[in-house]
């Protein structure tokens, strides 16, 4: 198994990112309902933007490996951020526990494929 180790983080990697890429680049060609359903959580939507290049940005450079810790940090932090305003925010629109926990799951699961980069995800 500890030969495997390189492989599965490089593939735990890849996959992660390429949730991250997928939702930001979704919510390019969404983005009018992107922004609605921000502006109905009561987050303004004019941090769209910034939500796009924190989660395609971040997402790409995670990877390709540049600047890995920093971009996992950015991720995470945002993660976090969501599941929080999504729980205390607007909590009589429907958002459940469970969706809140998946964001944290997503997190901790970046956080542990990024924390000890290895050879095969430099």
């Given at each position: 198994m500890n030969s495997a180790a390189p492989y599965l983080k490089l593939?735990?990697?890849v996959l992660l990112s390429i949730m991250f890429i997928q939702s930001g680049v979704g919510k390019i060609f969404g983005y009018a309902g992107a922004q609605a359903m921000m502006e109905q959580h009561g987050v303004s939507g004019a941090l769209l933007p910034l939500?796009?290049?924190?989660?395609?940005?971040?997402?790409?450079?995670v990877l390709l490996g540049l600047f890995t810790p920093y971009a996992a940090i950015a991720l995470a932090g945002f993660c976090l951020l969501a599941a929080w305003l999504r729980l205390n925010a607007?909590?009589?629109?429907?958002?459940?526990?469970?969706?809140?926990?998946?964001?944290r799951s997503r997190t901790s699961?970046?956080?542990?494929?990024?924390?000890?980069?290895?050879?095969?995800s430099r």
């Open positions: 593939v735990g990697r939500v796009i290049l924190t989660e395609a940005g971040g997402g790409l450079l607007a909590p009589s629109r429907g958002t459940s526990w469970r969706e809140s926990v998946a964001s699961a970046l956080s542990r494929c990024t924390a000890s980069p290895s050879r095969m």
